[in-house]
């Protein structure tokens, strides 16, 4: 299993960026994903998750009304769409899958077993 993030980059407080994690090495669509960010110094937090068949999401409050997490099981791939973007949303993005399919893990780290090499998102004010 190999998850590959992109997207991130540097905007100013307000903009948008949508990030992308492409899987391979399995069937995806039998899979949920997550999003989860770390700044500097600290944590590892969750931002959001998606069931494998995409019908049901969950967000942690920081990213509600402003984060969309979606998925193309056609590509082998889930989105984190950022709006409105916080100078504190700034970290390194990683997505994550469960090893189990049809496991709808939730909001911890240790509930994922695969990661991806992460992004890095700079919001400026």
């Not at 600290?42 to 969950?58: K, Q, S």
């Amino acid at each position: 299993v190999q998850l590959v993030e992109s997207g991130g980059g540097s905007v100013q407080a307000g903009g948008s960026l949508r990030l992308s994690c492409a899987d391979s090495g399995r069937t995806f669509s039998s899979y949920a994903m997550a999003w989860f960010r770390q700044a500097p110094g600290e944590e590892r937090e969750f931002v959001a998750r998606i069931r494998w068949d995409g019908y049901e999401t969950f967000y942690a409050d920081s990213a509600k009304g402003r984060f969309t997490i979606s998925r193309d099981n056609a590509k082998n791939t889930v989105y984190l769409q950022m709006n409105k973007l916080k100078p504190e949303d700034t970290a390194v993005y990683y997505c994550a899958a469960p090893q189990r399919p049809g496991v709808f893990a939730g909001t911890y780290s240790a509930e994922y077993d695969y990661w991806g090499q992460g992004t890095q998102v700079t919001v400026s004010s």
